[in-house]
């Protein structure tokens, strides 16, 4: 037990005087949650918007009120022409406009029906979309609140039939996603690095003259990673609630359990890649890009699974962190507990428990 | 107990149906300091590990310190030290840390650890580095401190695999000194080396050929039966005779 101990406090000091493993370890979440949830967010804040109003009266300016309020939106200024309009698009100041034609108000307490338009910059066509949903999200609510008390309900008429939640937070489902694309990076990449080092370092060796048993080598090079990945994921989890408002809705302990599982298999995926690789470059280039390609494309948090040819659903099927972004999701965000997940908590922990095992074998068929 | 640090009789390797080390018998006393020669893929390395007990033999019958190579491997590994031609202390760890954490995996108590630790550094001369990261030594330096380190829990024998590997031959003699300190005190020293120099230095001495131990005497014997003025011919003229390539 006490070599135990003396081993664990050696790859403390290894952890904390190598500048690369502290990055890996701690500078990589923070990276990924704030370009996740920043950069790469589908949600568009304060985007240049017109309004070209040929009505000007009660109904156009309580839209425009609306439309001024939203944080999605920053109302340049009101143009008086079309012309005008086309103008700033050329110049590019604007990313979308909107047009009320005239007799807008007269139109929609008469006709009951009214029309607007919507025009967006369309060379980008994502963030296009995105911002007429939101334009269309807004003129649908005011619409709502004015048919709250009258019989024939009155109509608005926008070009754009999609709906859009407002509410909905793009960071959301980003969050889950990091966690397990972070945790399997950094456990697997360490593991494996930490051990092909004390190979490459030729300290490997002296250890396994030692006494020291090699079983306590790997279980003493996974106690301090697990640690340390279990605080990495609290500091996403923090990150995500104070800097992003993601909720946590669920149980912490069910959370906490889960992700240890998952570390649990990344910590063995590391232990598996050390025992076939030599050179800690190896060890890195197999655990960064063998981990993340897979993570990236096969968890679901980017690209949706349902889209893929069954091909790739099928494969998509044995990665753990496929399994591990679906409890984490339905967890965390829906706030459901484990017996909605316990299908899938069933697979990780079989996962965990082969992966563990293969790894354990293969360590000990390098010694033979 | 007898008198004998290894017995090694008929020791057979195979990988499939490559023999690396084929039917090697020596014994080795205790105290004696013995050089374990031969050319790179002679069979050296495959021969050491089976003594340290990091792989089991073919075929033959071998004890170190006593115990047998198939059986109490745990026993071996308590009583044997080991240094490898890489180095191997730990370069981001300072030279107390390395102490503490070798003498801990051998399972020294604190107070062994303490004792043992100063008169090390004491007979190294490296009070003031206590405390420097081992990455920040000199070679020479290092390498004393690992065969140092090597023999901090006083192995029966210690295994030293190309030791004095890239270091200058000053720095080698002080390094021999060191060996000559530890045979002193009754550690067997099992030492493979490039330097023939140094395998003047040894009490006895084997020279692998092909997996087998073509040669096993005295400096002094070995270079009169070769009828050679240095231990370099001794070696040229029997390794000149093998068949497989160096790798």
């Known amino acids: 037990m006490k070599q135990f101990l003396v081993f664990v406090r050696k790859e403390f000091y290894h952890v904390f005087r190598d500048k690369r493993t502290l990055l890996i370890l701690f500078g990589l979440p923070i990276a990924q949650v704030l370009l996740f949830g920043f950069a790469l967010t589908t949600e568009i804040k304060n985007a240049q918007i017109v309004v070209v109003d040929y009505s000007k009266d009660v109904a156009t300016q309580q839209i425009i009120t609306r439309i001024a309020a939203s944080p999605y939106f920053s109302l340049d200024r009101e143009v008086l022409s079309y012309a005008d309009m086309e103008r700033a698009f050329r110049r590019g100041k604007i990313k979308c406009a909107v047009v009320f034609p005239p007799h807008f108000n007269e139109d929609l307490l008469h006709g009951h029906k009214a029309q607007v338009q919507i025009i967006a910059d369309a060379s980008d ?60 990076i950094a456990c697997t990449t360490l593991t494996s690095v930490s051990i092909v080092r004390e190979k490459e370092m030729g300290t490997m060796e002296v250890l396994l003259v030692s006494p020291f ?36 809705r669920g149980n912490l302990v069910l959370l906490f359990a889960e992700s240890l ?32 390609l897979p993570t990236i494309l096969f968890t679901g948090f980017l690209f949706p699974i349902e889209n893929m040819p069954w091909p790739l659903q099928v494969i998509s099927n044995i990665v753990p962190a496929k399994w591990y972004y679906s409890i984490m999701k339905t967890v965390m965000l829906k706030g459901l507990g484990i017996t909605a997940v316990w299908k899938e908590s069933l697979v990780l922990v079989g996962m965990t428990c082969a992966l563990l095992a293969i790894s354990l074998k293969s360590f000990k068929i390098r010694l033979a | 107990m007898t ?29 004696e300091i013995y050089g374990f020669l031969g050319a790179n893929g002679a069979g050296k390395t495959t021969a050491m590990r089976m003594l340290c007990g990091l792989s089991y033999p ?59 630790g100063v008169e090390l550094i004491e ?54 000194d060191l ?44 270079k009169r039966k070769y009828s050679a003025r240095t231990m370099d011919e001794v070696f040229y003229a029997l390794a000149r005779g093998a068949k497989r390539s160096a790798d």
């Not at chain 2, 023939?196 to 230095?201: G, K, L, N, W």
Request: glycine fraction near 8%.
């Open chain 2, 123 to 176: 007979r190294l001369g490296l009070g003031k580095e206590m405390n420097k990261l081992v990455g920040e030594l000199p070679l020479g330096w290092k390498q004393k401190l690992a065969f140092s380190v090597a023999i901090i829990h006083q192995p029966t024998i210690v295994f030293l695999d190309e030791p004095t590997g890239g270091v200058d031959p000053v720095t080698r003699r002080q390094f021999w």
């Open chain 1, 261 to 292: 599982f998952f570390i649990l298999s990344c910590l063995s995926f590391g232990l598996l890649i050390s025992s076939f690789t030599s050179s800690q470059q190896t060890a890195m280039m197999i655990s960064m890009m063998g981990m993340m």
């Open chain 1, 125 to 184: 066509p994502n963030t296009d979309r995105t911002l007429s949903n939101y334009l269309n999200a807004i003129i649908g609510e005011y619409q709502h609140d004015l048919n709250a008390n009258i019989p024939v309900p009155y109509q608005i008429k926008t070009e754009i039939t999609m709906l859009y939640n407002p509410e909905m937070n793009g960071s959301m489902n980003f969050i889950p996603g990091v966690i397990a694309l972070v945790l399997m």
């Open chain 1, 213 to 248: 048993r090699p079983l306590y080598v790997i279980l003493s090079k996974a106690v301090p990673y697990l640690a340390l990945s279990l605080m990495n994921f609290t500091i996403i989890l923090l990150l995500g609630v104070f800097l992003l408002d993601v909720p946590i």
């Open chain 2, 3 to 31: 008198d004998k640090a290894i017995v090694c009789k008929d020791l057979c390797k195979q990988f499939g149906d490559f023999t690396a080390v084929n039917r090697i018998s020596f014994d080795v006393n205790k105290g």
């Open chain 2, 179 to 222: 060996i000559y300190h530890a045979a002193d005190q009754g550690i067997t020293i099992f030492v493979t080396t490039h330097y023939m120099d140094e395998a003047e230095y040894c009490h006895r001495l084997s020279i692998m050929v092909d997996g087998r131990i073509d040669a096993l005497d005295t400096p002094a014997e070995l």
């Open chain 2, 58 to 116: 073919t075929s033959g019958e071998a004890t170190v310190a006593g115990y047998n190579v198939y059986r109490q491997q745990e026993a071996i590994k308590r009583n044997i030290g080991y240094m490898s031609q890489k180095f191997s202390l730990y370069e981001n760890l300072t030279v107390r840390e390395n102490i503490r954490f070798y003498g801990g995996v051998y399972g020294l108590s604190d107070s062994q650890l303490k004792e043992k």
